[in-house]
């Protein structure tokens, strides 16, 4: 059987072709080792052989055996690894809630001080004034400091409360910014690719970039929900089958465990925002080019990523959660201790400034009438006293002696009355106002009940009653700003740990699918020599060819 | 495992990040002196922080409380003082006038003499000092001692004093103040501060003056009456001199109580300006980073900085291409 004469010619063309795709390659992969997201690519040879039953020529060979016809360009693919991707995505989430509840746990620091003007030092000094007071119980110019730094420590729980509603809505709007800009955008990016992807792949192409691009855009997206990226074969015809794309978010809190679609193919679908009425947030799923709601409160299908860490900041109520709300410590929780705090201390001091039946009873003088309640702290809008409306009494603005310093019958039969304009002057219930002497056995009482005997309760969400604390005022401030400090070097330390895992899920993946610089030098070299070989075959092909064309059959001429 | 460019540039610069954050830190641990500035960097240091400022406020609080009642008790000493030095000299003119060798003349002069230290008696009783009477108890606003319009008689914050007696709650008429010892109150009556878990800042003029008929100012009274009268009795006057004699040692009795206040007091400030001073030395050792520590870890972490940035020139740039022909 005849060899075809210009056969290996094909063959030497083959192989010069590829070793210049090779080389096309390492320097496709060259220029982009600081692309993100960039998958090394390489080129796929197959070597070609024409043996076998199939032909209907053998080529040459007593058995039907020939050498083999070169090599076989056959496409340059990528290479990844799923698995690692999962793994990647898996922990970006968890590193994605904790970085957002570290942000948040540290702006919460603004109730706190280890500084001068705060609220646990503006109580402190309160407590001082009091006890300072008690020696000079007549002294009106005491009596009216005493009651200045009460109204700077109402002031300062106006402050306090006022900034962590601001925190509250700084959250809320990085929330609503988070899911317009950075998912749903995200979401309608991969929808989009994904339909571009699948017509590139139903034409045999493997779309390298337009992949790259995709898992780039999926490892965003998981940094924010917790995804599950689902991979559906597709046959298309007899011998091509592409993957289909989707993304669910997996609630395991139903039994049996429900799933939200966020991407099929080319169709999606968001989420969105909304802020229900007693201040918590819900996530909705809204249908992708229309957002119109689909599914009402998913919230519960959220369990990691920088959405959970936001929902459990601004819906975390902690101690005051009741059954099937966030027991997180987030926002929530330190407005309602801040509340708590104000409620309590007004209440204590409102009932023990004031003069009770049975007080008049024990002190048994004209000079002791009851008066209950004589309030020193009140609610600017009337309701229940929270941080955000404590106020000093108006009786108290007006007149600094309405601290009652004693309960005791006065010593003397005949207390000097206070006159205005020489007048006698009378309280809101009627009853003649004489000067203080120096009787202090009230305001110890106040300095006692301050310093470790109150009992800081409230009602959670359930409306049932908790105690928080049982002890002093500062005592209180500084438990909470203990709890805070804790919270927030616990959720430091978890970062940190996940910061190093993800790290070293980065280099897994980046060992299988980065590029090295060295290795494609290597490459480099090697299709370098390739190339060379196959010139240098080529020319050898000639030569012999020019052998029998040029120099056969000369003998004798 | 398969080392990359990717890789190697993200750890490093993570690293650097790492090395870089270290440097502030100690930056500004050393410029500021302090260890730590919010809750969360030192959540156990912080709460110690916080308990060490409460008790020192507490601290400040007391010494305010004892060096007023210091010097409330000053002023009060030195009335007394007067007080001892009036009863004296009452005494003197007494025997003096008692005595045989007088006419009427001179008992009148002697008589208006003892009326007008009587008066002065009664002055002293109403001192006040910065505005507050200083011998009414807890009343301060208004003269003790007064005299009925009437009968002439003393009266005490508006009761008879000839009318007191041993068990009057007048002289339990008392403010107490909080100087550390940590008040507490009486158990049945809850507005009574137990006696002995505070001190009493007040002074009950009943104390030097007497109670019961035979007060100061009524025998005062009664020996200008019987000099007016012509010493007619030897023997009642005697009497009536041993009356005021005895009366008037209760007078020396409330130096020597005042000289027992002060000097507690004294230990009281000493004790709690030591307690002050350990308080500040622990919250120094607790808040505040020595100089010394602060600069040798700033200088260490710029070593390790430095070094890092030298690692990678040394990491980030030759690759196989510089070694290619």
């Not at chain 1, 809190?253 to 169709?267: G, I, Q, R, Y």
């Amino acid at each position: 059987m005849l060899r075809p004469t210009f056969l290996s010619f094909e063959t030497a063309k083959r192989a010069i072709n590829v070793s210049q795709l090779g080389l096309d390659t390492v320097g496709h992969n060259i220029s982009n080792v600081n692309t993100p997201g960039y998958t090394r690519q390489r080129v796929d040879q197959l070597s070609l052989s024409l043996n076998g039953v199939s032909t209907k020529y053998k080529v040459h060979g007593a058995n039907g055996q020939s050498p083999g016809l070169g090599v076989l360009y056959n496409g340059t693919s990528q290479i990844r690894d799923s698995y690692l991707d999962t793994r990647y995505r898996n922990e970006a989430s968890t590193y994605g809630e904790l970085a957002v509840k570290a942000a948040g746990l540290q702006e919460l620091e603004s109730i706190d001080e280890i500084s001068a003007d705060g609220l646990n030092a503006k109580m402190l000094d309160f407590i001082n004034e009091l006890t300072k007071y008690a020696s000079g119980a007549s002294d009106v110019e005491i009596a009216a400091a005493v009651r200045n730094m009460a109204k700077q420590v109402t002031q300062v729980m106006n402050k306090a409360s006022a900034e962590l509603e601001n925190i509250l809505n700084n959250q809320k709007e990085d929330l609503r910014i988070s899911i317009t800009d950075d998912i749903n955008t995200t979401l309608e990016s991969i929808a989009y690719l994904n339909e571009r992807i699948r017509q590139e792949h139903m034409t045999g192409n493997p779309a390298n970039e337009l992949m790259d691009d995709r898992n780039l855009l999926i490892d965003k997206l998981s940094e924010f929900v917790n995804i599950k990226v689902v991979n559906t074969p597709e046959k298309i015809s007899g011998d091509l089958t592409i993957s289909r794309l989707s993304i669910v978010m997996v609630d395991s809190t139903t039994s049996p465990a429900s799933e939200f679609t966020l991407v099929d193919n080319k169709e999606y679908n968001a989420l969105g925002m909304r802020e229900n009425a007693d201040g918590t947030v819900s996530i909705d799923l809204l249908e992708g080019y229309t957002m119109s709601p689909l599914k009402k409160d998913i919230t519960g299908a959220v369990t990691k990523g920088a959405v959970k860490g936001y929902i459990d900041i601004i819906n975390g109520s902690g101690d005051f959660a009741g059954r099937g709300d966030n027991s997180f410590r987030g926002v929530p929780y330190y407005m309602n201790m801040l509340d708590t705090y104000a409620a309590t201390f007004a209440k204590y001091m409102n009932e023990c400034n004031s003069i009770t039946a049975a007080d008049a009873a024990a002190a048994n003088s004209p000079f002791v009438k009851e008066y209950d309640p004589k309030n020193l702290f009140v609610s600017s809008d009337g309701g229940n006293i929270t941080a955000k409306n404590i106020r000093l009494s108006q009786e108290w603005e007006s007149e600094s002696t309405f601290l009652t310093t004693s309960k005791m019958a006065p010593s003397t039969a005949d207390p000097e009355p206070v006159l205005k304009d020489g007048k006698p002057v009378y309280d809101d219930q009627g009853n003649q106002v004489f000067k203080d002497n120096a009787n202090a056995d009230n305001i110890n009482k106040f300095v006692n009940m301050l310093k470790g005997d109150m009992t800081f309760a409230s009602v959670n969400r359930d409306n049932e009653r908790i105690v928080l604390y049982t002890g002093g005022a500062s005592e209180y401030m500084t438990s909470l700003m203990s709890t805070r400090g804790l919270d927030y070097s616990l959720n430091n330390t978890l970062l940190l740990a996940s910061d190093k895992v993800i790290s070293g899920h980065a280099d897994s993946r980046d060992a299988i699918s980065a590029v090295s610089v060295d290795e494609e030098a290597i490459n480099m070299m090697t299709y370098q020599n390739y190339y060379n070989a196959a010139v240098r075959y080529m020319t050898t092909l000639d030569e012999a060819l020019n052998q029998i064309i040029s120099g056969m059959g000369l003998v004798g001429r | 495992m398969r080392v990359t460019n990717q890789s190697v540039t993200r750890n490093y610069l993570k690293g650097l990040h790492g090395n870089r954050a270290l440097l502030n830190k100690y930056s500004e641990q050393t410029y500021t002196g302090q260890r730590f500035s919010h809750m969360g960097e030192n959540p156990s240091g912080g709460i110690r922080a916080m308990q060490v400022r409460r008790n020192l406020t507490r601290v400040d609080g007391y010494l305010d409380n004892a060096k007023a009642a210091k010097s409330t008790l000053a002023a009060a000493e030195k009335s007394i003082m007067q007080m001892s030095e009036i009863t004296r000299e009452i005494s003197r003119l007494t025997v003096q006038g008692i005595s045989d060798d007088n006419g009427s003349d001179e008992r009148e002069a002697i008589a208006k003499q003892v009326e007008a230290l009587q008066k002065e008696m009664l002055a002293i009783a109403n001192t006040q000092f910065a505005g507050k009477y200083q011998f009414g108890g807890t009343n301060n606003v208004s003269a003790p001692f007064t005299l009925d319009a009437t009968t002439n008689e003393l009266l005490y914050n508006g009761h008879p004093v000839a009318g007191i007696g041993a068990n009057s709650d007048l002289l339990k008429d008392a403010n107490y103040i909080e100087v550390g010892l940590g008040i507490t109150f009486n158990p049945d009556s809850s507005q009574n501060v137990d006696p002995n878990s505070a001190f009493k800042n007040t002074y009950v003029g009943l104390d030097f003056m007497g109670y019961g008929p035979n007060n100061l100012y009524a025998l005062a009274g009664k020996i200008v009456d019987t000099l007016r009268s012509g010493v007619n009795d030897k023997d009642a006057a005697g009497k009536l001199l041993d009356d005021f004699n005895a009366a008037a040692s209760q007078v020396t009795l409330q130096i020597t109580q005042f000289g027992a206040d002060d000097n507690y007091l004294d230990f009281t400030i000493d004790r709690l300006e030591s307690e002050r001073i350990t308080l500040i030395e622990r919250q120094q050792s607790i808040e505040l980073k020595e100089a010394d520590e602060a600069i040798l870890d700033l200088k260490m972490q710029e070593y390790v900085y430095n070094a890092a940035l030298q690692m990678g020139q040394r990491l980030m740039q030759p690759t196989l291409f510089d070694f290619m022909k």
